[in-house]
């Protein structure tokens, strides 16, 4: 009923989004008007940026289901991320000390989604010597800011949480949303698969497939520099699936990066999958067809793990830490210690007592089995997709 009186209500001040062309249009004027705020002249890489989101917006505006809320839900968030960008632009510039700020031996929590992932991030981030960003400070990055000016920003990103858990109380079970928690990288990156989880957009597939992603980790290293400065350095844990893709590019960008990749049977992890994106589609689109979203994130699964599969391999071995997702949902007091150990952490008193309350935070992204035919596919069909990973993951399992 929530979605219907929105929709309704948006309606008449979406209309333009029926049409690609003045889609774009609309962003570019809305973008000028984001930057005039900004007091700031954006340059060449800022002027990419405006066209790539603009390019996303036309995709969207492509989807013959998009509902009015959904186009709204696009397009305040490609103004917020062009705002947020403009605002760290002008930190730099105003502090040029902020670029000399050094991202040392960052922690990229990489994989499948729907593998324990979010459970190991926080584990991560919980530990003193490490820092996960929180979905406020990514989403409204700012420098040294008083406690009230903070907690502005906070409590403007918490009412947009509040906002999307009200709309989509399935997707927040699945993977809930908090401001003051840490969460995923995708908050400041653009050029990543997550618009596909609220639409089926191919023609914004084919892009991603072609696009060079390393301005989206440059500009991610400028937000940790403008996040960490003045402030204690700690090792940042970072997280999003699909960096698994990514390792080159990374360690490109962030040298002496290293990788947790956490694991689990594909055929779980996809049908664990699709059911979350059903539930995120379902706030944009009026129908969502399940087999759709089946046969688009198989293939977009599949290609990105056999993709960081290949990158792995031209990898130090000390570069790459593996989780069996089984075992630290199952035990994390036995095996939350052995990756501390492999990522030459200790592991203290502080860290164990800790444990018991972010291993109790309701699903760490994983999630029940889902059936796989709601979605169109069988178990044959995903096992064979991911050719010999699913026998590497059993063997990882033990």
């Not at 792995?312 to 199952?330: E, G, Q, T």
Request: aromatic share 8%; net charge neutral; with cysteine.
């Amino acid at each position: 009923m929530r979605r219907m009186v929105l929709n309704a209500a948006l309606g008449r001040a979406a209309k333009d989004r029926r049409d690609p062309g003045r889609a774009l249009a609309l962003w570019r004027e809305r973008a000028a008007v984001v930057a005039a705020a900004a007091d700031t002249e954006p340059d060449a890489d800022d002027a990419a940026f405006v066209e790539d989101l603009g390019f996303t917006l036309q995709c969207f505006a492509r989807v013959p289901e998009l509902t009015p809320l959904g186009w709204t839900v696009q397009l305040r968030s490609a103004e917020e991320r062009l705002a947020n960008r403009l605002r760290v632009k002008w930190i730099h510039s105003q502090n040029p000390l902020v670029a000399d700020e050094p991202i040392e031996r960052p922690v990229f929590v990489v994989g499948l989604p729907r593998t324990a992932s979010s459970l190991v991030h926080r584990i991560l981030s919980a530990s003193e010597p490490h820092r996960g960003p929180l979905l406020w400070e990514l989403q409204r990055t700012g420098l040294g800011r008083d406690a009230a000016s903070a907690d502005r920003s906070r409590r403007a990103v918490e009412r947009q949480v509040a906002r999307l858990t009200a709309l989509a109380p399935a997707y927040d079970a699945m993977h809930p949303l908090r401001a003051d928690r840490p969460e995923e990288s995708i908050a400041v990156m653009w050029r990543t698969y997550f618009p596909l989880s609220c639409a089926v957009m191919p023609d914004y597939r084919a892009w991603l497939e072609q696009a060079d992603v390393t301005a989206d980790y440059e500009y991610l290293r400028q937000v940790l520099q403008v996040l960490q400065y003045g402030r204690e350095r700690r090792r940042w844990i970072l997280k999003f699936p699909g960096h698994v893709a990514h390792l080159d590019v990374i360690r490109q960008v962030f040298p002496g990066a290293v990788f947790v990749w956490t694991h689990r049977d594909p055929v779980a992890a996809v049908g664990s999958f699709c059911a979350l994106v059903e539930a995120l589609a379902g706030v944009h689109c009026r129908r969502v067809d399940p087999v759709a979203v089946g046969r688009l994130w198989l293939g977009v699964l599949a290609e990105s793990i056999d993709r960081g599969r290949k990158l792995r391999r031209a990898l130090p071995a000390d570069a790459v830490a593996d989780v069996s997702s089984h075992r630290i949902v199952a035990d994390p007091h036995r095996y939350a210690p052995k990756l501390f150990e492999r990522l030459g952490v200790p592991w203290t008193f502080a860290d164990r007592m800790g444990l018991d309350a972010i291993a109790g935070v309701p699903d760490g992204g994983v999630g029940p089995r889902r059936d796989l035919s709601r979605y169109g596919l069988g178990t044959e069909e995903v096992e064979e997709a991911f050719g010999d990973y699913g026998q590497e993951v059993a063997d990882l399992r033990g």
